[in-house]
């Protein structure tokens, strides 16, 4: 078990990694000149990081969970609106117990 003064410093070490890369980007986007290239790479990364995120975690979900995503991912491709994606998902979670 580790003590006190070790989460102290794992701390410190997290925050100081975290800050690092909030500076090294800002710091980074500063020296690079804006193209459309650059622009539409930027604007997927977002959505990737998403995607990546809604993946990694469908591994681990029970029925309940994969229910409610894969119903916010249906309404959101018809509605193309991330709210009403997310009411759905609300829903449907919330509906699961009643249900099932």
Not at 2 to 22: E, K, N, P
Not at 68 to 86: D, E, G, L, Y
């Amino acid at each position: 078990m580790l003590s006190d003064g070790s989460y102290f410093v794992a701390v410190a070490v997290l925050a100081l990694v975290a800050l690092g890369t909030r500076l090294s980007g800002a710091v980074l986007m500063a020296r690079i000149t804006m193209t459309p290239r650059i622009e539409k790479f930027l604007g997927g990364v977002s959505v990737s990081v998403i995607a990546a995120l809604v993946a990694s975690s469908l591994a681990g979900m029970d029925l309940k969970a994969l229910a409610a995503t894969v119903s916010a991912i249906i309404v959101s491709a018809f509605s193309r609106n991330v709210i009403w994606a997310m009411i759905a998902g609300m829903i449907v979670a919330a509906a699961y117990p009643q249900v099932f």
